[in-house]
């Protein structure tokens, strides 16, 4: 989003500065003279609320640090009330002589005005300079906090890579003809799978609408809700079935990883079925769930923030 308050800052000194040279050829008369007036001080005070409203942004006025404020912007805090005054006064002056039918020219020749008069001019010109270097202040990137790019959280392994020890003290009979890499790229594609499981599961209804799940997937889900039970609370698992999903595992491959798993421990059956087997980690831990748990409620804030 742009930002126009830096553009309506220099837009209402420009027309102050212009009020100013244009207006002692306008206000002969005292109906003039007020009405000037209370545009020469209106426009000031919407300079200052502009800036005032850029300084809000800034962590020192947010952490209400008003000391500090006024200390960087010390100029702006005196010249404006100087401003103000004078501005004042020389309209107050020149609105009393005019209320008592004192002719225009003969303004000029009251004791003091001239040097107040003169007075509000050069306190005007550092006023608009004041300004200006103020806006030039708040430009400064060290003033407002800077936000940090949010942090990745990495998902969670459901298991951590097989080592080529592990795979040697494996009989031949266990791990057939499956190699380590392959047996490894296995492991891989059943991490995706434990991963996208609790993804499905734990992200809302709503949110899987906006992302246009697939009808098969809502099906896959509502069985795997169904699998949910007391031994699956809170434990990161999965069923022999659902290997059947990756082409990669659905094979001689995905049966020689559950069977050198199961051999070194590094799963466990938490329940068999006719239907199935559902195998945890051998932590029996919900790393995976509580990820993906976390992932949805920041998937959901950040739908709602729209």
Request: proline share 5%; hydrophobic share 45%.
């Amino acid at each position: 989003m742009v930002d126009f308050t830096p553009v309506a800052v220099l837009v209402s000194l420009a027309l102050d500065l212009g009020l100013n040279s244009l207006a002692e050829p306008l206000i002969a008369h005292i109906g003039i003279v007020i009405l000037v007036t209370c545009l020469q001080v209106a426009l000031p005070l919407t300079t200052l609320c502009f800036i005032f409203v850029m300084m809000m942004r800034t962590t020192l006025l947010q952490s209400g640090n008003f000391g500090a404020l006024s200390s960087k912007f010390r100029g702006l805090t005196v010249m404006t009330p100087m401003r103000l005054i004078l501005l004042i006064a020389v309209k107050a002056y020149r609105i009393g002589e005019f209320s008592n039918n004192r002719p225009w020219h003969l303004v000029w020749e009251l004791e003091g005005y001239l040097a107040l008069f003169v007075a509000e001019k050069v306190v005007m010109v550092f006023f608009y300079l004041t300004c200006y270097h103020t806006l030039l202040a708040l430009g400064d990137p060290s003033l407002y906090s800077q936000r940090a790019p949010p942090e990745e959280r990495k998902p969670p392994s459901f298991l951590p890579p097989i080592t080529m020890r592990q795979y040697r003290s494996v009989p031949q009979i266990i791990r057939g003809k499956s190699s380590a890499d392959v047996l490894n790229g296995a492991v891989r594609q059943l991490n995706s799978l434990v991963l996208e499981k609790y993804q499905l599961l734990l992200t809302e209804g709503q949110e899987l609408s906006m992302l246009r799940v697939s009808e098969e997937a809502m099906r896959l889900r509502k069985a795997w809700e169904a699998q949910e039970g007391a031994e699956t609370l809170g434990v990161d698992c999965f069923t022999d079935a659902d290997l059947k999903l990756y082409p990669e595992l659905a094979g001689q491959e995905g049966a020689d990883m559950l069977q050198v798993l199961k051999h070194l421990n590094l799963l466990v059956t938490l329940k068999t079925t006719r239907q199935f087997s559902i195998y945890a980690n051998s932590d029996k831990g919900g790393d995976v769930l509580a990820w993906a748990r976390q992932e949805a409620v920041s998937l959901r804030e950040a739908t709602r923030a729209r």
